[in-house]
């Protein structure tokens, strides 16, 4: 039985290794879109601490998403150099700080703005709690959206460009370079660091989930009152999980800033964080392999669509619109998901065990 799962381990670690050489056969558009999938796994990872082990629905974690990537654009591009004369006296190309500096910084901003929403937020549950962090991560968006006067810190709805790539003691990632023969591309080697940072995510998360905290978490998920009767200080421990939810979010914005060399306010809308709980509820709300399916099925299934779209947009003469009618498809896969698997693709399999024997009066 070990020999077997250490076998089905290396196929699955090779495979995940060839993918991204196989896929940019096909054009980088391909690997471009596992990037992204990639980076969707890190950001349900993260929402799965707050909602998924603690209970807390938060529809406003796109929010730190934002902090992460603009603050990564802040100090990799030349953008504070033209807004601010006396960083252009010092820094005339801008700061263009190393990653070591500002991913650290990226993960620290983000946890801290986890913790400013979770504090207010302590008392509520439910739609109410919904509302407050739907408002949260609507105002960070609006904010983005208007600072660019007086002073021009975001660049406004124009966005922010001429972001570094990333670079790794000198080796740029945002280059094509060639190994033994075998040129990669800049969206491969991308892949490779994105791969990286979920693996490192999945074995904290695993270690969280089975941690003193983890258990705490849950208990507070369960039953917040029997929680805060058994001892357990329920004020820190929510403070714990946003923070600690929103650094995932902070290196993934990072991540994608230097991804896409390019921020701007319509990257972090609301519809963008309802797609991440959507990902959390769909693969499975507390169960790491389920969130990780979650994420990879809704980050893909839009660009699968895209080639169904068309067809049935030229069946209809026209007269729909690809990217509505895609909408469409999305929501009714969606639809017959949650139908027929209530508790997500892949749920955990003690979640719900105590309410299935309180039903049967055990």
């Not at 039985?1 to 670690?13: D, E, G, N, P």
């Not at 208990?219 to 929103?246: P, V, Y």
């Not at 469409?328 to 896969?333: F, T």
């Not at 698997?341 to 309180?358: I, M, Q, Y």
């Amino acid at each position: 039985m070990k020999t077997k799962k250490i076998v089905t381990f290396l196929i699955v670690a090779a495979a995940l290794l060839v993918l991204p050489l196989i896929l940019q056969q096909g054009g980088n558009a391909w690997v471009r879109i596992v990037d992204m999938a990639l980076l969707y796994v890190l950001l349900a990872l993260g929402l799965n601490i707050v909602v998924g082990y603690a209970g807390l629905l938060d529809l406003g974690y796109v929010a730190f998403f934002a902090v992460g990537a603009y603050l990564y654009a802040l100090l990799a591009s030349p953008h504070l150099a033209d807004a601010f004369p006396f960083i252009a006296a010092n820094f005339p190309n801008g700061l263009h700080l190393p990653i070591w500096a500002i991913i650290p910084m990226a993960a620290a901003l983000a946890g801290l703005f986890g913790v400013l929403l979770g504090a207010p937020t302590l008392k509520l549950r439910g739609d109410y709690l919904a509302i407050v962090t739907l408002g949260f991560g609507e105002i960070i968006r609006v904010f983005l959206n208007n600072l660019d006067r007086p002073i021009n810190l975001t660049n406004g709805p124009k966005g922010i460009s001429q972001i570094d790539s990333m670079k790794f003691f000198g080796f740029d990632l945002g280059k094509t370079h060639d190994f033994f023969g075998i040129e990669f591309t800049s969206v491969s080697m991308y892949y490779y660091l994105f791969l990286v940072l979920v693996i490192v995510s999945v074995v904290i998360c695993h270690r969280l989930e089975n941690s003193r905290i983890g258990r705490a978490w849950m208990a507070i998920r369960e039953d917040e009152i029997a929680a805060k009767a058994m001892g357990i200080n329920t004020r820190n421990l929510k403070l714990l999980a946003f923070g600690m939810g929103a650094t995932f979010g902070g290196v993934s914005g990072s991540m994608f800033a230097a991804f896409q060399g390019f921020v701007s306010p319509e990257s972090f809308s609301l519809m963008e964080s309802v797609m991440i709980v959507a990902m959390v509820v769909l693969g499975g709300i507390g169960h790491l392999p389920g969130v990780i399916l979650g994420a990879l099925l809704l980050a893909a299934l839009p660009e699968v669509l895209r080639h169904v779209a068309g067809p049935l947009q030229a069946m209809t003469g026209g007269r729909l619109d690809s990217a509505i009618l895609r909408q469409l498809l999305i929501a009714l896969a969606m639809i017959t998901i949650m139908l027929s698997r209530p508790r997500g693709l892949w749920p955990a399999p003690d979640h719900g065990k105590s309410l299935v024997n309180t039903g049967n009066g055990k």
